[in-house]
Structures are given as structure tokens and as C-alpha cells.
């Protein structure tokens, strides 16, 4: 097998090729995620119909956790990048015909200091998509299994930590197992859950409402679920339990996997929130029934017909046997009746844009 006989000369080169377009990949979606949570950010206090500098939406978007979370993460994908080039420029360059044995060391220092970084990001990562989890679920007893888990993978990491430095190769450090199971379960638990609670909420609006197309919505649910990760989770695990050379190219790549999955989930919820911005904070939706399905006004029983209005000009999006949907997002104007209206989440018509910030 070519993986099998893959040396550590090829191994890192190849990760450092495709860490450096993942990390780029990260730069991109974390900048764009910043922009449009500071550009999206409310000071409070401040009086109606004056504008705050961008410095104050900063400062005030910097006490959220998860906002805070997200820059720690970045900090350390940056700095594992930065190692991993590092590792390699002097493994050929310093060492020469002795990189093979450089490169297959994971007792040096650049190592140790790249481990702990790893280690710190998938830690961070994985608790800020157990957040995510607990966002959409509101269930303590759903999330204390992925707590259960993070627990075990931290644990583990340190052993592993511990053990790395006392030098031998990563093939034979047999204490990265525990981490990368519990780390595998975290990561499938979560994601099958995220990925049940969108897609059953979805689908029940969707019966009502059908805005987005299938494909589109079940790329929305795949990445707000953490899907991208997960995959990239079950390949490092099959390469791992495989123990072959190329497992490093996943290992070293997970922090800028993970940060890209976390900063596209961020930048999911800021366009939902920029494009609720739009709309006034009392849209609602109200459901009108009127019994019947003769014409002229007949009391005739039968099925009866629904209007669904969400109160920025009536936008139809069709019907469904005798139930009729009809979408207005305009703004109640002053002195229109408004009782009976609903709000939308009990509709379930934001399921898609959950926010888990």
C-alpha cells in the first residue's frame, strides 16, 4: 500500500501543502465572521438613531464567550501553522540528509510546543460545537454526554502530551488512542444531533414554508452541524488505528479544519441576523382559518384553509393541498391589528439560523 510506505519527507510536505490551503481557507471565513458580527453588534446604551464607532462594537462583542472563543481558537491554529512550517523548513534545510529522522522525532521542542496547541484547539473547538448542540437543544441531559466525552479527550491529550516528550515516534505513541475515540464520539454524537434537531425542525416548516431548496438547505444543516469535521475526524481516526505515516497530515490540520467549521457556523448566524436587521423586531406570523371548502360562502365542513402571514410585502410561496400559505413580512404599521399574531420560532421557521453566540 502507497500509504503504508509513505515517508516523513512526502508525509509533511504533503501536510504543509494542504494545511497551508485549509489555514487560508480559515483566514478568510474567521475574518468575514468577525466583520459581520462587529458590523451586526448593538452598543447598548447609546441613544436612538446614533451611530456607534466600529472600536465600541468591538469592545462590546468582545464580551461574548463564544466570541471570545473563536479568537483564542485562531490564535492557536495560527500558531500550529506557523510550527508546522517551521518543522519542516528546518528539517530540510538544517538537517539535510538527516530530515527522515528530524521529521519522524515528536520529542523536540517545536513539537511539544505544536502538541499543546493542538491539543488547546481541538479542546476549545470541540466545546464550542457541544455549545452549539446545546444551543439548538436546550437539554442539559443531550449535552452532559459530549461534556462526558471533552472530558476524556482532555485528559487523554495531556497523557499524550506527557508521553511525547519523553521521545519515540508518533506511531508508536499509543496513548493518542483514547484521545482520538473520545474525540471521534464527541464529534459524531454532536453532529447526528445538530443534524436531527435542524433537519425534523426544518422539515416540519418546510411543509409550510419551502424558501430554500433541498440541496441548498441540506448544505446549510451539514455545515452548521459540524459535518465538515466530523468527516475530517473518521479520517484521522481510520489513518490513526491504520498507523501509518499520513495520519499526521489530519492530526496537524485539525485546528484549521475545526476553526473553519466553527468561523463558517459564525458567519451562518451573522447573515441570519443581518438579514433579521431588515425587519422589524415584531414580525410575527398569524394564522387565519376560515371552515369550509364549498364557494359562495357555504357552511359546507371540510378541510380548513390556513393563511400564514409573518409580518416587507406578501411574498406567496405557494400552497399545499387546502392549506394555503401566504408570507408578509411588512412592517405592522401603526394602528393595524396585531392580536392573535404568533412569533416565528413557534413556527419553526428559523430553525436554520439557530444562534449559538
Known amino acids: 500500500m502507497v500509504l503504508q510506505n509513505a515517508s516523513f519527507r512526502f508525509t509533511n510536505l504533503l501536510c504543509l501543502t494542504l494545511g497551508a490551503l485549509l489555514y487560508g481557507i480559515y483566514l478568510v471565513l474567521f475574518v468575514t465572521s468577525v466583520y459581520l458580527f462587529v458590523h451586526n453588534t448593538r452598543v447598548p446604551g447609546r441613544a436612538a438613531g446614533t451611530k456607534a464607532s466600529g472600536l465600541q462594537k468591538f469592545l462590546t462583542v468582545l464580551k461574548r464567550p463564544m466570541f471570545v472563543a473563536s479568537l483564542v481558537l485562531f490564535i492557536l491554529a495560527t500558531a500550529s501553522f506557523v510550527l508546522s512550517v517551521d518543522k519542516v523548513f528546518e528539517g530540510f534545510i538544517v538537517h539535510g540528509t538527516e530530515a527522515e529522522a528530524y521529521l519522524a522525532n515528536i520529542a523536540t521542542t517545536n513539537e511539544a510546543v505544536d502538541n499543546v496547541c493542538i491539543a488547546l484547539a481541538l ?20 449535552v452532559a454526554v459530549a461534556i462526558l466525552s471533552l472530558t476524556g479527550m482532555a485528559a487523554s491529550l495531556i497523557a499524550s502530551i506527557v508521553k511525547a516528550t519523553q521521545g519515540g515516534l508518533i506511531s508508536g505513541d499509543s496513548t493518542l488512542n483514547p484521545a482520538t475515540v473520545f474525540s471521534l464520539i464527541t464529534s459524531v454524537y454532536c453532529t447526528a444531533l445538530i443534524w436531527y434537531r435542524l433537519y425534523t425542525v426544518g422539515s416540519a416548516a418546510g ?38 505515516n499520513p495520519q499526521i497530515i489530519p492530526l496537524t490540520t485539525q485546528p484549521s479544519v475545526l476553526g473553519a467549521v466553527n468561523a463558517l457556523m459564525h458567519v ?4 441570519g441576523r443581518d438579514r433579521a436587521s431588515g425587519l422589524d423586531t415584531r414580525t410575527s406570523a398569524s ?36 392549506v394555503s400559505v401566504h408570507v408578509d413580512l411588512g412592517r405592522p404599521q401603526h394602528g393595524e391589528e396585531t392580536d392573535g399574531d404568533i412569533p416565528l420560532h413557534d413556527l419553526g421557521m428559523e430553525s436554520t439560523t439557530t444562534s449559538a453566540v
Open 207 to 244: 411543509r409550510l414554508v419551502s424558501w430554500e431548496d433541498s440541496l441548498v438547505r441540506y448544505a446549510i444543516i451539514f455545515a452548521e452541524s459540524a459535518g465538515a469535521y466530523t468527516c475530517w475526524q473518521i479520517l484521522y481516526a481510520t489513518l490513526h488505528f491504520l498507523n501509518i
Open 287 to 322: 394564522v387565519s382559518v376560515s371552515a369550509g371548502g364549498g364557494s359562495g360562502g357555504s357552511n359546507k365542513s371540510g378541510p380548513p384553509n390556513f393563511r400564514l402571514a409573518a409580518g416587507t410585502g406578501g411574498q406567496s410561496f405557494g400552497t399545499e393541498g387546502t
Open 268 to 271: 451562518r448566524v451573522a447573515i
Open 123 to 142: 479542546v476549545i473547538g470541540d466545546a464550542m460545537i457541544i455549545y452549539r448542540l446545546w444551543a439548538v437543544w436546550q437539554n442539559r441531559w443531550v
